[in-house]
């Protein structure tokens, strides 16, 4: 993929622009993730006619590293400020994991810049994790060997099947996060609160669609999380049957019909 960058006074933000003339849609990945976990979606997307463009977190992936906060409200500013690169009109946002806290942040800051939000294993409040979950994750971000820790951890984010290019996948994120400072933004947007993003989720105006794997291991119950969600945005639930804390990699036969049947109605 094609790498592109957003200047910012601290840094860059990479991304790649799938193409597309149509409403803008920015998807937003996970912690210790890359804008890879979209290269399912984004063909889809520029195919269903938007505009589809993936960007990596500031210091992951091919952004810089560096930056002086990981935390919700500051990649929130990171949503509106690309926003505003790629031409200032409402987009639709999608992000997993410790993404959508930032989007519902800055879908609460700037309403009229928001046209929807697509919430995927959300963590839009203090993580819930059930207690085997909480001990291996501070395992793996506290131990000389948290890359290789990782790099065995991240895969049973997909607990029924991977994509066939899974293996590549694994190969580059592992490399990636071997780099100077890669790490450290890692940890840093694992140990940040979640209370900018609880604290507004009920002033989401932008419709909402919550799309949670029903085996997703992050979660004592995803499905209650997930209708927790719904309940304070009245937003939409999409339950993908079996799937982890990736659903739109792991299934996306399953999950880029109900995001693009969501947009659609939008």
Do not use: C
Request: glycine share 10%; proline share 8%.
């Amino acid at each position: 993929m094609d790498t592109q960058y957003m200047n910012h006074e601290q840094g860059k933000l990479a991304y790649t622009d799938y193409g597309g003339q149509g409403e803008l849609v920015l998807m937003l990945p996970g912690m210790g993730a890359l804008r890879q976990e979209y290269r399912y979606l984004g063909p889809a997307l520029v195919e269903a006619g938007y505009h589809a463009v993936a960007v990596d977190l500031r210091g992951q992936g091919d952004s810089t590293v560096g930056w002086d906060a990981y935390d919700v409200p500051a990649v929130g500013g990171d949503i509106l400020a690309l926003i505003a690169h790629f031409g200032g009109q409402p987009a639709h946002l999608i992000g997993t994991s410790f993404s959508p806290a930032s989007m519902v942040w800055a879908s609460a800051e700037a309403p009229q810049l928001v046209k929807s939000l697509t919430l995927i294993g959300a963590f839009v409040r203090d993580p819930q994790l059930n207690p085997v979950m909480r001990g291996v994750m501070w395992l793996v971000m506290n131990n000389p060997w948290r890359v290789q820790m990782w790099k065995l951890f991240y895969p049973t984010m997909y607990p029924q099947q991977k994509p066939a290019d899974f293996d590549a996948y694994m190969a580059e994120l592992t490399r990636n996060l071997k780099e100077k400072g890669r790490f450290e933004a890692v940890r840093a947007f694992g140990s940040t609160s979640r209370e900018p993003s609880e604290s507004r989720l009920a002033q989401v105006q932008a419709p909402t669609l919550v799309v949670m794997g029903t085996a997703d291991p992050d979660f004592p119950d995803p499905v209650a999380e997930a209708n927790y969600i719904v309940a304070q945005t009245k937003g939409r639930l999409a339950l993908i049957e079996g799937a982890g804390h990736y659903p739109q990699t792991e299934m996306p036969d399953k999950t880029t019909p109900a995001i693009l049947d969501f947009l659609e109605s939008v």
